[in-house]
């Protein structure tokens, strides 16, 4: 399996497949371009799943027939392929067979003998020197005996860990085959929810329709309408629609309920029945089988450490008695050991190996052998297991299959009811309309009302701004008019004035019914809109107060300054927008808006279609909203208090200022002398020339200087200027835009805001008190002061407009100044931020070269780690390529050793080896030769008693070859021999079969008969006479013959006993009803015979014997093969 691509990188690897069904894994080498249509091939092939059969799962994606490898980023180290065979998840699938393991047979050696590995020792004098050859090879014996279990032991062991492995990749195919069912489970269980959640608002919200279908019915039949919209045909609300109609419909929508409602509930048992097969799939694992096998395998290992150990003392007890036998051999036996005492301590140590090694290793291999057993155990567990549980899976996926189709069937289901159920909701929604229709009556009484109100407020301030333009146009006419002639001011068009504006509504909203706000609960009662109205009116009045306050009202009140409406409604009393009937058209406004929101929302708003948390919920946060609107009502009602009490206070100190300054102008009105005129204008002129250095003093712009004059200065002025009724006349003029600025202009306290509070007050009570001092009547003044009081009042005059033009510049220059001073501030706070940024930026940079510097910190900490660890395993691969060597010198040494000479040298070949490496390996160093030596050491051994073993066997061929010739010999001549007595036995037989019987006749015997002198046929005997042979018998053996032949041989089929009596009499008769028959069913090769004894036979005597003797009538059949001649006649 490789690829044909010969550009690019392409990632090679072995891909790893797992089979569900046994557990059994492959590895298949092949690359990204390999298709998974060859794998199912290989797999088909190694496995015997067929490719129709097979489903290829990689982390819960199924693999393609025609896709590449590389679609599944495959292969990789880190991704398997489940392999699971659908034929075994159908429901009639067989279940799996049992699991057959197959262990190799590893026998015993043979006992050992003398004769077939003879010891030099064998022929000493010494009984102890010839035991020590019998002892080596008893030793040895049990080495090898030993060895063989123990390779048993590690054979079942291996078994042991492969049916463990092969159960964890069972596990692992369950694991991917129940997250592929609960990923199909849960989207298939969140559309259960969901459907079952839309369904049960649904039901209730019908079976609440059809519940009250009755008394929605009574109330719109009790609710009349208006006396206005009542016609012979409309009375109540119920007369809107037909009244049959709907009764018809109620009953077509309670039939169709009932029976979704029987659908739904089968729906619901068939989805429980699979949620519970869901959940108890996902309940079963098999990990406690695996569980069980491994703490099975990890207490067995403690006899495998045995085994081990006894091993290792056998090895050492043969080594030892071979170490014995080849010093005996050489001499070389210490003076202080002699051969008996070698025997009698090689005594117990043979008891030891016969009595307990072998028996605790045959022990051992039992319980490894048991162990066996339990594995094959629970992996047939596991087999069924998975058998069963891939057979749900795939029940279940096709029963989300078939709930999944079941799915769009009852949302169209869904649909069709919330459709038939839509007609008879108009029960429901009719109430709630007829008072939403009443409240929006209401609510445009009072908008039209507040609409009115605005538009008349609208036409008085533009009047009071066209007279306060008119005022300043003639005020503008009066002082140029004296330097510019008139007509060039009218060709200027300067005498112009601006026309009256005249704000004019149509009427509309003439035809709205009489209801007023009272009305409402009168003709359309509360109870129309039933508990969802009064569940809705705290919800809406909560959480959509604000919206519809915006959205209802928005069109007439949004624009509207209530403040402005209400000081303008003093100041100019326009019927029907006093403050109080603004404030109640707005709140009537407002609260049938209200009402019109919770009728019209009160349909669509389904009670029944919430859950019970829900509604808690909701009826909570309503509480909170309503706790909360409370307790903001009662702040601001203490606000208004204490607005009003501040009000209250103010306007008792102006009342008070008012007062004082009253009495100080008729003051001032009693003297009435030219010096306190005079030093008026004195003290106004310094105090303006003080106002024009004091800038801080300058709040307005453009504003006439007199509104920042103290309070004396102004009465001076005030009392001065009433001396002259013509200027007094103008100076009203210029003064009184002025004066009523706070009620006409409103916009005018936006331009005295940065004014001190002291001030404020000032020049109010200045505007004030000059208003009053002007409207005032004038008393008539002497004549003697009329032309000096006219130049004065020219040069105040004059005095007042240099004042006021240099005013002007001043305040253009604070303009200037104060933008200057904004435009530095901005720049200042942009500098700011900018500096702020930059020391942010600057904070970070550090923190990030505090970072950097960390971390090369800790590069150079790991450079230096991985600098000692690259020249420790230099040093060690260094190590290990010297050790490498010197161990291919010696294998090289021990392949020339092997292939120098033929079977028979090969062992003394390898102890010569061994002794030259002994002699030539360092003790000190510590690269694995000595173990090599050993290993040389013991397979020179093992050669060597493989030799001698090969010689044994072949002596033993040879003897058991020629006792095999012998043994055939021999079987031969019994087999002649026998088939000899077989047919003489045969003879025998065949003639005892044809023998003529003589003695006491008995069934299926031959008897010859031959004529007597009365013409019967009587048999041949010796003690029995008197059988004589029946007529039938008689006639078949005679009829085909012309003449009776003296003899007649034939097989006895039927003997009749009978006794010879006297004539018939009435005894006789008695006694043949007391005659006993015998009657005996026999088979045989010609037929079916029966033997008759009868006794008492009323017969005659055909044979002329005396009465009372008894005789036998034969019946016989003709022999096969056999000719009857006839003698001739004589």
């Known amino acids: 399996m490789s690829s044909n691509a010969s550009s690019g990188v392409v990632q090679v690897g072995k891909l790893l497949v797992l089979i569900a069904e046994n557990g059994q894994s492959y590895k298949l080498n092949c690359d990204e371009y390999t298709l998974v249509d060859a794998v199912q091939q290989f797999l088909e092939s190694v496995s015997g799943i067929p490719i129709s059969d097979q489903l290829l799962l990689c982390l819960d994606v199924k693999l393609e027939l025609h896709c590449p490898l590389s679609t599944y980023k495959l292969p990789s180290d880190d991704r398997e392929v489940i392999l699971f065979n659908k034929a ?27 004769n077939h590995d003879p010891h030099p020792l064998d ?14 090879r008893r030793f040895r014996f049990h080495f090898q005996r030993g060895h063989s279990i123990y390779n048993r032991s590690q054979m079942r062991t291996e078994i042991c860990e492969r049916l463990l492995l092969e159960q964890k990749v069972q596990e692992r195919a369950l694991g991917i085959a129940r997250g592929n069912l609960d990923h199909y489970y849960g989207m298939i269980l969140q559309n259960y929810n969901d459907f079952l959640k839309c369904y049960s608002q649904q039901y209730r919200s019908h079976s609440n329709l059809l519940t009250n279908f009755g008394r929605d019915i009574e109330k719109l039949r009790s609710c009349k309408l208006h006396p206005a919209l009542q016609t012979a045909n409309r009375k109540c609300l ?7 109609n709907l009764r018809k419909l109620a009953e077509d929508c309670s039939g169709s309920h009932r029976q979704f409602e029987h659908k739904v509930s089968e729906f619901k048992l068939e989805f429980g029945e699979l949620e519970h097969n869901a959940k108890h799939l996902f309940s079963t694992k098999g990990s406690h089988l695996i569980r069980e096998v491994e703490l099975a395998i990890r207490d067995h290992q403690k006899y495998v450490s045995e085994q081990k150990s006894i091993m290792l003392a056998l090895s050492k007890d043969v080594d030892m008695v071979k170490k014995l036998v080849d010093d005996c051999l050489t001499d070389q036996l210490s003076s202080s050991l002699r051969p008996h005492d070698a025997v009698s301590a090689l005594g117990p140590m043979y008891e030891c190996h016969e009595k307990s090694y072998l028996p605790k290793m045959q022990a051992c291999d039992g319980a490894i052998s048991n162990l066996v057993e339990f594995c094959k155990d629970k992996k047939n567990e596991m087999n069924i297991l998975v058998h069963n549980y891939m057979q749900k899976v795939a029940y279940i996926q096709y029963t989300i299959k078939e709930i999944r189709c079941k799915f769009a069937v009852f949302q169209e289901a869904l649909r069709r009811q919330s459709d038939l159920f839509e007609h008879l909701k108009v029960v429901r929604g009719i109430g709630p309309a007829y008072r939403a229709c009443l409240a929006e009556v209401v609510r445009r009484k009072a908008a039209m009302k507040l609409y009115m109100g605005m538009a008349g407020q609208l036409a ?104 402005e409406l209400l000081q303008g409604s003093e100041v100019l009393d326009i019927a029907g927008t006093s403050k109080m009937e603004v404030e109640n058209a707005k709140l009537r406004a407002e609260l049938a808006s209200k ?76 003297q009435g002398n030219a010096h306190s005129a005079d030093e008026g204008v004195s003290n106004l002129t310094a105090s303006a020339v003080k106002n024009d250095d004091n800038k801080s003093d300058v709040s307005g712009v453009g504003e006439p200087h007199m509104l920042h004059m103290p309070a004396e200065v102004m009465d001076e002025v005030s009392s001065s200027s009433n001396i002259q009724p013509d200027n007094m006349a103008d100076s009203s ?158 294998f090289e040494r021990l392949r020339a050793c092997v292939l120098s000479g033929g079977v028979a040298s090969l062992a003394e070949s390898l102890r010569a080896l061994s002794q030259s490496l002994a002699n030539s390996i360092n003790e000190k160093e510590f690269d694995g030769s000595a173990e090599f030596l050993e290993c040389i050491r013991v397979l020179a051994d093992k050669v060597g008693a493989l030799s001698r073993h090969r010689a044994e066997l072949v002596d033993k061929c040879s003897k058991v070859d020629a006792a095999n010739k012998q043994v055939s010999k021999e079987l031969e001549e019994k087999k002649e021999l026998v088939n000899t007595l077989y047919k003489k036995h045969q003879h025998e037989k065949q003639a005892n079969k044809e023998k003529i019987s003589f003695g006491r006749l008995e069934v299926h015997e031959i008897a010859a008969f031959v004529l007597n002198a009365t013409g019967n046929y009587e048999a041949i005997n010796r003690n029995c006479p008197r059988y004589y042979l029946s007529a039938e018998s008689v006639a078949l053996f005679t009829d085909h013959l012309p003449n009776r032949p003296s003899y007649i041989v034939g097989l006895v089929v039927h003997i009749e006993r009978q006794t010879v009596r006297a004539s018939p009499s009435t005894s006789s008769v008695r006694a043949d009803h007391d005659r006993d028959r015998l009657d ?51």
């Not at 197959?102 to 043979?110: A, L, N, Q, S, V």
């Not at 022929?123 to 019998?134: C, F, G, M």
């Not at 119920?238 to 049959?244: A, P, R």
């Not at 929302?601 to 859950?611: A, M, V």
């Open 1080 to 1130: 005996i069913m026999l088979t045989s090769d010609t037929g079916t015979s029966r033997l008759s004894l009868n006794s008492g036979s009323t017969t005659n005597n055909p044979y002329g014997l005396p009465v009372g003797c008894e005789y036998f009538v034969v019946t016989v059949a003709m022999l096969p093969n056999t000719t009857i001649h006839s003698p001739p006649p004589s």
């Open 595 to 670: 009402i019109a929101f919770m009728c019209s929302t009160c349909p669509e708003f389904d009670y029944e279609s919430l859950d019970d948390s829900k509604i808690d919920s909701l009826l909570k946060e309503a509480r909170e909203k309503t706790s909360e609107a409370l307790h903001q009502k009662e702040e601001y009602e203490k606000h208004l208090q204490s607005m009003l009490k501040a009000k209250q206070i103010q306007c008792e100190s102006y009342e008070k200022r008012i007062q004082e300054l009253e009495q100080r102008l008729s003051d001032h009105y009693s």
């Open 88 to 114: 075994k998840m159908r429901s009639n699938a067989p279940p799996p067979l049992p699991e057959q393991v197959d262990m190799i047979d590893i026998p015993d050696p043979p006992l050992p003998s003398s």
């Open 238 to 244: 119920l007369d809107f629609v037909k009244e049959e």
């Open 733 to 890: 003029g210029m003064l009184n835009p002025q004066l009523d600025s706070s009620m006409l202009d409103p916009h005018r306290d936006e331009e005295h805001e940065n004014l001190p509070v002291k001030d404020k007050k000032d020049m109010a009570l200045a505007t004030s008190s000059m208003a009053e001092s002007i409207s005032q009547p004038q008393t008539d003044m002497p004549s003697e002061v009329t032309a000096e009081q006219d130049s004065e009042a020219k040069a105040r005059e004059d005095l007042l407009l240099e004042l006021q033009g240099v005013l002007a510049d001043k305040s253009k220059l604070l303009d200037e100044s104060e933008s200057k001073v904004k435009s530095l501030t901005e720049e200042v706070a942009k500098l700011v931020r900018d500096l702020e940024i930059r020391g942010k930026l600057l904070d970070e940079s550090q923190m990030n070269c505090a970072y950097l510097e960390n971390c090369l910190h800790e590069a150079r900490e790991e450079a230096q780690t991985h600098l000692c660890a690259a020249d420790r395993r230099a040093s060690e691969y260094s190590s290990l390529r010297a050790s490498a060597v010197k161990m291919r010198s010696l």
């Open 460 to 563: 008085e301030r533009l009047a009071t701004k066209r007279e306060a333009e008119v005022r300043r146009r003639e005020e503008f006419l009066r002082v140029n008019s004296t330097f510019i002639p008139r007509d060039i001011l009218a060709s200027m068009g300067l005498y112009d004035t601006p026309n009256h504006c005249d704000v004019n509504i149509t009427p509309f909203d003439t035809k709205l019914l009489e209801v007023d706000i009272s009305d409402i609960d009168r003709y359309a009662p509360e109870y129309l809109l039933g508990k969802h109205g009064t569940l809705k009116s705290p919800l809406s009045m909560s959480n959509d107060g604000s919206q519809l306050a915006e959205t209802e009202i928005s069109d007439f009140s949004e624009n509207i300054d209530c403040e």
């Open 123 to 136: 022929d000493a004098t010494d009984p102890a020197l010839k035991a020590l050859p019998s002892y080596e």
